[in-house]
């Protein structure tokens, strides 16, 4: 099951959306690497779906990256409509 991300994977993610590949606390790079965490689970639980671990931790993911969205979208929301259309999240 595991879907683990190499250091070389992360540090992509955080380039490509966190401004940087040492940025790992900002939270465009975050919403990002939860985004990529999201799709491998849901990949995952299609093949599974009697793991009811991995759901539970696909539904924790989900609420993480929901409050990090709001967060954003209370901070600056020209950010949070640009992060959402370059992970295509529905919202």
Same mark, same amino acid.
């Given at each position: 099951? $595991?879907?683990?991300? !190499? @250091?070389? @994977?992360?540090?992509? %993610?955080? $380039? /490509?959306?966190?401004?940087?590949?040492?940025?790992?606390?900002?939270? /465009?790079? @975050?919403? $990002? #690497?939860?985004?990529?965490?999201?799709?491998? #689970?849901?990949?995952?639980?299609? /093949?599974?779906?009697?793991?009811?671990?991995?759901?539970?931790? #696909? +539904?924790? +993911?989900?609420? =993480?990256?929901?409050? @990090?969205?709001?967060? +954003?979208?209370?901070?600056? %929301? !020209?950010?949070?409509?640009? %992060?959402? =259309?370059?992970?295509?999240?529905? =919202?």
């Amino acid at each position: 099951m $595991a879907n683990y991300l !190499t @250091q070389e @994977q992360k540090d992509s %993610i955080f $380039a /490509e959306y966190g401004g940087g590949k040492s940025n790992t606390g900002s939270v /465009e790079g @975050q919403i $990002a #690497l939860f985004t990529h965490r999201i799709a491998g #689970l849901s990949d995952h639980l299609k /093949e599974n779906h009697k793991d009811h671990s991995s759901r539970r931790a #696909l +539904l924790a +993911l989900v609420g =993480k990256r929901k409050r @990090q969205l709001d967060y +954003l979208a209370s901070k600056d %929301i !020209t950010k949070y409509r640009e %992060i959402l =259309k370059k992970l295509n999240i529905r =919202k």
